[in-house]
């Protein structure tokens, strides 16, 4: 457990994280990396999502959602829901979790967590950013290091979105 709540927010770097989401019955997680703290008081962080995504209507429905951040050695976790589509794989069903207070799965073995009720969204070009309120949440093993987005490489195909320039979007 985190000894202060300092210790738990600095989990949020350029980390890799799984975001689980639920409404109802229904759950879902896919690997997520655009992750921040957006408040100290109220606590409150945003996360962003491609409202394509098989997660969006659950995490639209239900309004919350759970970072799980990942450690250094869970390449394979981040892979299994990073590449994986939860329209056609119960992607939770091999792994252990336990709903957390909002519901949204929290994933036993990951570093950390924060459970989250969704405040706010706006638009953010193909994306949306959704912001939530924590309302709980730890350090599970706090000697642990974290997964670093850069040590993925292509895990999440991005290089192929990116623009080829800083003029291709305008």
Known sequence: MADSMAD???????????????????????????????SFR??????????????YPILNSGRVFA????????????????????????????????????GAPLLLDALAYFDCQVDSEIEAGDHRLVVGRVVDGAVLCPDAEQLIYAATGDLDRSADLYAKDFNSWK
Do not use: C
């Not at 949020?12 to 019955?25: E, F, R």
């Open 8 to 38: 738990l927010f600095r989990r949020l770097t350029a980390g890799v994280y799984v975001i689980g989401v639920a409404h109802g019955g229904l759950r879902n997680a896919f690997t997520a990396s655009s992750v921040m703290l957006v």
């Open 42 to 55: 109220p606590l409150m962080v945003a996360l962003g999502i491609n409202p394509t995504h098989a997660s």
């Open 67 to 102: 970072i799980n951040v990942l450690r250094a050695e869970h390449l394979a976790l981040a892979r299994h829901f990073g590449t994986q589509s939860g329209r056609s794989v119960d992607k939770l069903s091999s792994v252990a979790w336990r709903a957390g207070r909002s």
